[in-house]
């Protein structure tokens, strides 16, 4: 059968031996060693500007393909005829947000099912996300609030929040969210990653940063910057 049927959850994603380079010939080629994330992880993976972070999480998302090496779900090579059938499985938040000129229930939902304004789930991510308070508004009300074309009514953290609660839309099994707090203070980046991590205990949440985002609730830090230093560690587990 398909192996992202309704029924089987993506309980891994793996990288072995990638290597990849962008066809425009800048002469940027990532490579990555051994990584594997688990259902569940909670992950940063921080680095400069240029160190390659936004293209591992397309080669993990199965936007873009490498030139050497595999990367796996579930133990299944991922190419361009199966990735597909993993999308539902996937939620991922760009640091570019498309938006429609409609209310912020349809920018969340992007019309994918058949729920109501009020359905509780979405209710309660508003407030997971903190959009209600930033608003000041009633949950149901942010729902219902019209939004310019391309999100020019919201500030660029309110743009940001909506863009974690449609990442968040489908409970995804993995969650990418690639700068997708940088928008926002400390205190409030923390407390939406607080949130969400509570709530999504058994989704995979990797976080794209150009810092190291100080924060106990991380399993796995990952240094991009360390891939240029042999010497140094990749991976830092707490």
């Known amino acids: 059968g398909n192996p992202a049927s309704e029924d089987c959850d993506l309980k891994f994603i793996e990288l072995e031996g990638v290597s990849f380079s962008h066809k425009n010939g800048n002469g940027f080629r990532l490579e990555v ?13 921080f680095g400069a500007s240029g160190s390659g972070k936004s293209t591992l999480f397309d080669l993990m998302c199965g936007f873009q393909f490498s030139d050497i090496g595999e990367v796996r779900y579930n133990s299944e090579v991922i190419d361009n005829r199966n990735v597909f059938s993993y999308y539902p499985k996937i939620g991922f938040v760009p640091q570019r947000l498309f938006m429609l000129a409609d209310t912020v229930f349809q920018n969340i939902t992007l019309g994918l099912v058949d729920v109501g304004q009020d359905d509780p789930s979405l209710l309660r991510m508003i407030k997971l996300v903190g959009l209600d308070k930033a608003l000041n508004l009633d949950p149901i009300d942010v729902l219902r609030l019209e939004v310019n074309d391309e999100g020019s009514s919201l500030s660029g953290g ?30 409030s980046s923390r407390e939406i990653l607080e949130n969400i991590f509570s709530e999504y205990r058994n989704s995979t949440i990797i976080v794209i940063s150009h810092s190291n985002f100080r924060s106990d609730n991380f399993d796995t830090i990952i240094n991009l910057d360390d891939l240029k230093s042999k010497s140094k560690p990749l991976i830092c587990t707490i």
């Open 33 to 45: 060693p051994n990584l594997a994330f688990r259902k569940g992880e909670k992950v940063i993976l």
């Open 158 to 187: 309110q743009v940001q929040r909506l863009g974690i609660a449609r990442g968040l839309f489908n409970e995804p099994d993995f969650l990418f969210l690639d700068e997708t707090i940088s928008g926002l203070d400390k205190k």
